[in-house]
């Protein structure tokens, strides 16, 4: 199965056109046709059966034959909030892996020790809605733009609040401290990790310190560990 995007699907039996781009891949890459079954999301869980109505490169017209909303893989929610690394290709393979893996949200914070000064969050949002397509998951994760640490802190809506950070005294692991299907959010910190003062302020903010292994993580790998550590706790069976 392929499965498209689309950001309003409109009710069954009703027709819409893909965007151009699309349209090109349905077309031109896939090479389907008039009277061929496809699929879409909207990334709010919804799920289309729909049949091409008109094949056209450009303005690819589809007719919605059916609606089914589908459940999340897991309960609760996951908020991933990371500090951007000085290489984008980490970060955009980060928010792949985690789109795949199924995750609610991904903020991007800046920190002391932040080495990157651009962003492109547009890119990124690519890079998640291609995973969520590639995966066939009808989950689209939201991607927001860099914010400093303190004002990240002041907005952060979950009850599970727990910041990953290389402690000596070996902390529990987030897998033994987060709660089941509660809504969760996860802060991982920069290379050289955060500063005692930002891991305070964090503290305040209501973090708790939690252990993500025995080894020293670069960033995405935090990132990716911590997700599927909340993953394996919330599945749903």
Known sequence: MQLFYAVQLPPVHQEFVLSEEESKHCVRVLRMMQGDAIHFTDGQ??????????????RCKVGIMKLTQQPKPYRGSIHLAVAPTKNAERMEWMVEKCTETGIDRISFVLTERTERAHFNTERMEKKALAAMKQSLQCWLPQICAPLPLADFLQKVSETGRFIAHADKEKPLHLFQLAQPATDVCLLIGPEGDFTPAELEAAKAAGFQVAGLGNTRLRTETAAILGCHALHLLNEVK
């Open 45 to 58: 869980g919804t799920l289309a059966e729909a049949m091409i109505t008109d094949a056209h490169p450009k």
